[in-house]
């Protein structure tokens, strides 16, 4: 193998290059900013002077830039410089149809672009435990397993370009779905004279118990149940349980006059999105 590459050091980007530094292939690093390169080449990396010498030292090339028109700009200055056999892997979260179109352009060239975000965040990047969803082919998933684990303990491969990036935008949606939820709910607890942080506190503390609202993603289809489903009994009693709480607390926010409009959505569709 040549060297990896890494182009993009910024907040998530240079904690996945830093656990990179040790890569018997040597690391290659690239950003417009001389002072984020800077702690890279004191540690023994090499600082490419441009994206081309990236491409020409590197096998293996991490893209964590900003946006689509980034990553495109990124990209379209690696290919004339990439070797056949070489993978680029898009860590930023972009259009998906922006991955698969980079791709086919590429594939001319021999050269594999896979998009491959991640989920982790800052503490996961630094602590090498980030989740890597990979859209490629089988032979560009197979060169990448071996670096990514500098960075990532879960590496899965989720289908052709585009998946990886597909998967991620599901996963956000639930994230941030989940923050406009936890916005209400302190909103509403602050209004009966409790503090929002004790409940974060326990919130974070359960979740980490229970998986929180990844807990129900086991089945391996979002059909509505079977009768015979062995899954189906535990799943009713989440939504008994979870129709129950939600009337109590949808009372408790009209007492205290507070807008809930997220947790009126969910008691209406509890049923129905636990396929029940």
Do not use: W
Request: with cysteine; charged share 20%; aromatic share 4%.
């Amino acid at each position: 193998m040549n060297s990896i590459g890494f182009i993009g050091l910024g907040n998530i980007g240079a904690p996945m290059a830093t656990n990179l530094l040790d890569h018997p292939a040597g690391l290659v690093v690239r950003d417009l900013s001389e002072e984020l390169t800077e702690p890279f080449a004191a540690k023994g990396a090499t600082v490419a002077t441009s994206t081309a010498q990236v491409a020409e030292q590197c096998s293996v090339i991490s893209v964590m830039v900003r946006d689509d028109a980034q990553v495109r700009t990124v990209v379209g200055e690696l290919l004339p410089a990439a070797r056949a056999g070489t993978v680029i892997a898009i860590h930023s979260t972009i259009d998906a149809r922006t991955a698969i179109e980079l791709a086919e352009t590429a594939a001319a060239a021999g050269v594999h672009i896979i998009d491959a975000p991640v989920s982790g965040g800052f503490m996961g990047a630094h602590s090498g435990e980030l989740a890597v969803m990979v859209g490629g082919s089988v032979e560009a998933m197979e060169a990448v397993k071996e670096p990514f684990s500098a960075f990532a303990d879960l590496v899965l491969h989720m289908g052709p370009v585009g998946a990886g990036t597909k998967t991620k935008l599901a996963r956000n949606m639930m994230h941030f779905a989940a923050y406009a939820a936890a916005g209400e709910a302190q909103r509403l607890v602050e209004a009966v004279g409790i503090s929002p942080q004790v409940l974060g506190q326990i919130v974070r503390h359960s979740d980490a118990v229970t998986g929180g609202p990844g807990a129900i993603l086991v089945r391996d289809t979002a059909a509505p149940f079977t009768p015979d489903d062995p899954l189906r009994g535990s799943f009713e009693h989440a939504r008994e349980l979870g129709e129950k709480d939600l009337t109590l607390a949808l009372e408790m926010a009209s007492e205290a006059g507070v807008d809930v409009p997220m947790a009126t959505l969910a008691l209406n569709r509890l049923a129905g999105e636990l396929g029940l």
